[in-house]
């Protein structure tokens, strides 16, 4: 499965986003997702992971915020992100969850092309 992310840009403290990972393949509704970020210096962190059964899971800095959702029918996994903060910004990636923890980034593979946010203070 190939993943592609989007929906990135630049949004001030206290908006909304809407990120999209599109897969390709016939596949899709089996998989286990997660969002990940990366912002500049640092390493990649989990944000939000989603089972093939529709099960969320978030990072303590996504709970309350951020939620995940899936649409199996589009081959598509949803992040809406709101209230968000200038410690948000990020590349964020879509990658497919293999095994192991699944705040992990070694659990995960397939990874698509990041799409970067940026908010603003």
């Known amino acids: 499965v190939q993943l592609q992310a989007s929906g990135g840009g630049l949004v001030q403290a206290g908006g909304s986003l809407r990120l999209s990972c599109a897969a390709s393949?016939?596949?899709?509704?089996?998989?286990?997702l997660g969002w990940f970020r990366q912002a500049p210096g640092k390493e990649r962190e989990f944000v939000a992971f989603?089972?093939?059964?529709?099960?969320?899971y978030y990072a303590d800095s996504a709970k309350g915020r951020f939620t995940i959702a899936r649409d199996n029918a589009k081959n598509t996994v949803y992040l809406q992100m709101n209230r968000l903060k200038p410690e948000d910004t990020a590349v964020y990636y879509c990658?497919?969850?293999?095994?192991?923890?699944?705040?992990?980034?070694?659990?995960?593979?397939?990874w698509g092309q990041g799409t970067l946010v940026t908010v603003s203070s």
């Open positions: 990658g497919t969850w293999l095994n192991g923890a699944l705040y992990e980034t070694s659990s995960y593979t397939n």
């Open positions: 393949g016939r596949t899709f509704s089996s998989y286990d």
């Open positions: 989603i089972s093939s059964s529709d099960s969320p």
